[in-house]
């Protein structure tokens, strides 16, 4: 199977001086676990996780205050999405993190997670009970 078939094609694309609430609410908005940060300025792509919202929120940072460019991976590591699953899970294990923005000739058209792998790879068995089995 190919992250073609498994990535997530809602793509939240943010600047980099949303506020990390503001990201945040988008995120859970569209019930996603990322967002590609687009910086005009640098023409660059990075991402926000929502464990980089929760480890600034837990180091006390305001995230009314806290933008999302301080908060950005930019060193990111893209898939094609002719990549095989195993390919994309490879660069994930690697690189320890567990999202990967998905590029083709045009920019970002998808967004593949760990759980969207588990889930290709564990049909009929993604609810939380079967991932905790």
Known sequence: M???D???TVV???G???TLRQAACLMSARRIGAAVVFDPDTCGLGILTERDILNAVGADL???REVAGAHTTTDVVFASPSWTLEEAALAMSNGGFRHLIVLDGEGPVGVVSVRDIIRCWAP???GAAALAS
């Open 2 to 4: 190919l992250v073609r």
């Open 6 to 8: 498994a990535m997530s």
């Open 12 to 14: 939240l694309t943010i």
């Open 16 to 18: 980099p001086a949303h």
């Open 62 to 64: 305001d995230p009314d």
């Open 124 to 126: 009929g068995r993604v």
